[in-house]
């Protein structure tokens, strides 16, 4: 079994913080735990508005708190974000995501991540990033 704490894991290298200042996310689960899925904790600032496009990835992501929406820009269509909202990005969706207020997300990502991940030029995760240690 594998226990890990939010407050704890915080304070160790799981924590990356974007280098544009849009999100801080911490990795609960990552690839080197073997569950085939990481699990992350992230926080998106107020204000943020920002482009990703995952094409190495699959993610779901519930929003515990905050406001704010996101775009598909293959479509242009706007869904509304809000505690209870969880969006699919089913097909590598090309999206915007924009924060009203400050939202906490929980978010699951297939594969899973290494866990120094931050967005490329594209808006995506690479696949080769270095692992973190416990």
Request: net charge negative; glycine share 6%; charged share 25%.
């Amino acid at each position: 079994m594998i226990v890990r704490r939010l407050d704890e894991a915080n304070k160790t290298e799981r924590r990356i913080v974007s280098p544009d200042s849009n999100w801080e996310s911490t990795r609960l689960l990552l690839k080197d735990d073997k569950m085939g899925f990481s699990f992350h904790v992230t926080t998106i600032y107020e204000g943020a508005d920002f482009q990703m496009h995952y094409q190495n990835h699959l993610e779901s992501v519930y929003c515990m708190s905050g406001e704010g929406e996101v775009q598909t820009l293959d479509d242009g269509k706007v869904y509304p974000i809000h505690p209870g909202t969880l969006y699919i990005l089913d097909q590598h969706d090309k999206h915007v995501l924009r924060a009203f207020k400050e939202m906490k997300m929980a978010c699951v990502f297939n594969p899973p991540l290494n866990g120094k991940e931050v967005h490329n030029a594209e808006g995506a995760y690479e696949l080769t990033a270095e692992s973190v240690a416990d």
